[in-house]
């Protein structure tokens, strides 16, 4: 039996997909480096940091996800020829 000839797609590594890994790993980073924002000061409208700096994440990751997203769907049109949407 033959096999199909293989289709060299290019680097699996792109610069693209390595800010997509940044995008996605950044949260976790920030959420993981409790002595960064383990503390009171500076309020923000009467929260503590330590609150407010957590739900900013929320958004940003968000955010940071969106785009990682949408950097995915043009990367695999890219790599599929264009085809598709």
Do not use: H
């Not at 096999?3 to 680097?11: M, S, T």
């Not at 959420?31 to 009467?46: C, H, N, R, T």
């Amino acid at each position: 039996m033959s096999q199909p000839p293989e289709v060299n797609r290019g680097p699996v590594v792109t610069p693209v997909r390595v800010v997509i890994a940044l995008c996605l790993v950044a949260p976790f980073v920030a959420m993981l480096w409790v002595d960064s924002y383990a503390k009171v000061e500076p309020e923000f409208i009467g929260i503590p940091f330590f609150y407010w700096y957590q739900m900013a994440w929320v958004v940003i990751s968000t955010a940071l996800t969106m785009i990682a997203y949408k950097l995915w769907q043009r990367d695999q049109r890219a790599r599929r020829g264009g085809a598709g949407r």
